[in-house]
C-alpha cells in the first residue's frame, strides 16, 4: 500500500511538471511573435526588484537571457532605419530573450543626444523614447546605459573637453572622475534622462517598469589612479545621487568584473596583470550604498589573445564562477554577466565555436539556477537584424541566420522561463526540493 501511494505521489509531481512546462512554453511562444502595448497590463507589468541574490517579479524568480544592442537610439533617430529597432526587439522576442542593454547617451558626437552639458537635441530624445516604447511592446525590459568610459558616443573625454571649453584646464580623461564641474554635468545628464517623460507611452522614465536598471557608466576605468579610491569615490557619490531620484529601479555599476588591491588572493582570476591596475575593483566598488547587483563582462579575445582556443572557454568557466562565489560569498546579491561574446574578426573564429562560447556561459548560469544561486543571468553581445552590418564590430549575432546559435539561445530561454514559472520566492525553492529529479533533468536536457 505504501509502494502504490508513492507511485502516485510521483506520478503526480510528474504530471504537474509536464503540465507546467506546456504551459510555461505556451507562454512563450505566444511571447515569441511580440506582444502589443496594449495588451501588456499594468497588473502584469510589475517593476523587476531584488530580494538577497535573487532578482524577483510578481513574486516569482526573475533569471534572465538577454543581450545587447547599444546602438538602437541613434538608429530610431532616422525614420530610414528606425525599423531595425523593431526587428532587435521582435528576434530576440521570438527566442525568448528578456532583457535589453543599450545607450541611454551619445554626448557630442554624431547625432548627439547631450549636444553640450544640458543641451540636448529633442528628436534623439524621442528616438531613445521609442527604443523605450518598442521594448515595451515586445515585454523586454532594458538597462539603460549613463554615459561611456570610452570615447565612442563620447564617453569620459568628452565631458573632459567640455570641461577645458569651460575654462577648466584639465590634462586627463580621468579628471572626470574627480572634477567637480564634470560630477556635476553627469548628474546633470542623468537627472535630465530619469525625469524624462517618454512622448509615445507618456510614462516618466523613473517610473516605467520597462526600465530595468540604470547602469552608471559603460566599463568605467580610472587607469591613473590603481588604488581605486579615484573611482570608488566616484561610484560611492553617484550610486547614491541616482537613488536620490529614483528609488524603485535596480542600480549597477557597469563594471567588467577585475579584481583589484582590496581582494588581492582573488587577481589570479583576472585576464592578465594589468587587470588590476586599472583602478577598478570587483567586490569593493560592489560594496558601495546603493548598487543593487553586480555585472561581469567576458571577453577572453580581448583580455587574454585575439586567436581563439580552448583556453576562452576555461578562462569563462573559471571567470564566471569566480564572481558568482564572490556575489554569494562577500555581496550577498545578485551577479549578471552583461557582456560576452567572441569576435568574427579573431583568428581562428568559426561559428561552431561561437556556439561553444554561448554553451558554456549559458552552462554556467544554469549551474547557479538550479541551486537558487547568485548568477541572475547573461547578455550576449550582441544581437543584429539584417540590413544592419554597418554597425556590426565583430561581435553580431543575427538570429535570423545563425541557426544554431538561434536554438542554443531558445533553449536557455525556455529553460528559465520554465524554471521561473516552476519556483517562487515565497516558497524560497521549494519547488525544486519537492521535485528534484524531474526539475534537474528538465534544466539539463539538450531539448525540451
Known amino acids: 500500500m505504501k509502494d502504490q501511494l508513492g507511485f502516485r505521489i510521483v506520478l503526480c509531481s510528474a504530471i504537474f511538471i509536464i503540465l507546467t512546462q506546456n504551459r510555461a512554453l505556451a507562454d512563450l511562444d505566444s511571447e515569441s511573435h511580440g506582444v502589443n502595448s496594449e495588451s501588456v497590463g499594468e497588473e502584469e507589468w510589475e517593476m523587476v526588484q531584488r ?25 530610431a533617430a532616422d525614420n530610414s532605419t528606425r525599423g531595425k529597432v523593431t526587428e532587435v526587439f521582435q528576434q530576440a522576442s521570438a527566442v525568448g530573450m528578456t532583457v535589453g542593454r543599450t545607450w541611454a547617451f551619445n554626448d557630442g558626437q554624431w547625432r548627439a543626444l547631450q549636444k553640450s552639458p544640458s543641451v540636448y537635441d529633442e528628436e534623439v530624445f ?58 556635476n554635468f553627469y548628474q546633470s545628464h542623468v537627472r535630465t534622462v530619469l525625469n524624462r517623460v517618454n512622448t ?33 569615490s566616484w561610484i560611492q557619490e553617484m550610486a547614491v545621487f541616482v537613488k536620490s531620484l529614483d528609488a524603485k529601479h535596480l542600480v549597477e555599476i557597469g563594471l567588467e568584473g577585475f579584481y583589484g588591491p582590496s581582494a588581492p588572493v582573488r587577481t589570479r582570476f583576472n585576464p592578465n596583470p594589468y587587470a588590476a591596475q586599472v583602478g577598478t575593483d570587483f567586490i569593493r566598488n560592489n560594496q558601495v550604498l ?8 567576458v571577453y577572453p579575445d580581448s583580455w587574454i589573445s585575439p586567436a581563439v582556443s580552448n583556453s576562452f572557454l576555461e578562462f569563462t568557466s573559471s571567470w564566471m564562477q569566480a564572481h558568482v562565489e564572490d556575489a554569494e560569498m562577500y555581496l550577498g546579491m545578485p551577479v549578471l554577466f552583461t557582456e560576452f561574446g567572441v569576435s568574427a574578426h ?19 548560469t544554469l549551474n547557479s539556477t538550479r541551486k537558487g544561486g547568485a548568477g541572475a543571468g547573461s547578455l550576449v553581445w550582441q544581437v543584429f537584424p539584417q540590413g544592419a552590418e554597418f554597425m556590426d564590430d565583430g561581435y553580431a549575432v543575427y538570429l535570423t541566420r545563425a541557426h544554431t546559435a538561434s536554438k542554443i539561445i531558445s533553449l536557455q530561454s525556455k529553460r528559465l522561463a520554465i524554471f521561473n514559472s516552476l519556483c517562487s520566492w515565497r516558497c524560497r525553492w521549494g519547488c525544486k526540493k519537492k521535485n528534484h529529479t524531474a526539475l534537474d533533468a528538465l534544466l539539463t536536457h539538450d531539448e525540451l
Open 51 to 75: 530580494k538577497g541574490m535573487q532578482f524577483t517579479l510578481n513574486g516569482q524568480p526573475f533569471y534572465v537571457n538577454g543581450f545587447n544592442t547599444y546602438w538602437m537610439m541613434t538608429l
Open 126 to 183: 524621442k528616438a531613445l523614447d521609442f527604443v523605450v516604447s518598442e521594448a515595451r511592446k515586445y515585454k523586454i525590459r532594458l538597462i539603460l546605459s549613463l554615459v561611456n568610459n570610452w570615447d565612442a558616443y563620447g564617453g569620459k573625454a568628452q565631458y573632459v573637453k567640455w570641461g577645458n571649453a569651460s575654462g577648466l584646464n584639465l590634462t586627463s580623461d580621468d579628471d572626470f572622475f574627480t572634477n567637480p564641474t564634470l560630477r
Open 200 to 232: 509615445f507611452t507618456n510614462i516618466t522614465y523613473k517610473k516605467d517598469p520597462t526600465i530595468f536598471a540604470w547602469e552608471l557608466m559603460n566599463e568605467p576605468r580610472c587607469p591613473s589612479d590603481p588604488s581605486g579610491d579615484k573611482l570608488q
Open 290 to 297: 546603493g548598487i543593487d547587483f553586480a555585472s561581469v563582462h
Open 346 to 364: 579573431d583568428p581562428g573564429f568559426n561559428t561552431s565555436f561561437r556556439d561553444m562560447m554561448l554553451n558554456t556561459v549559458y552552462k554556467m
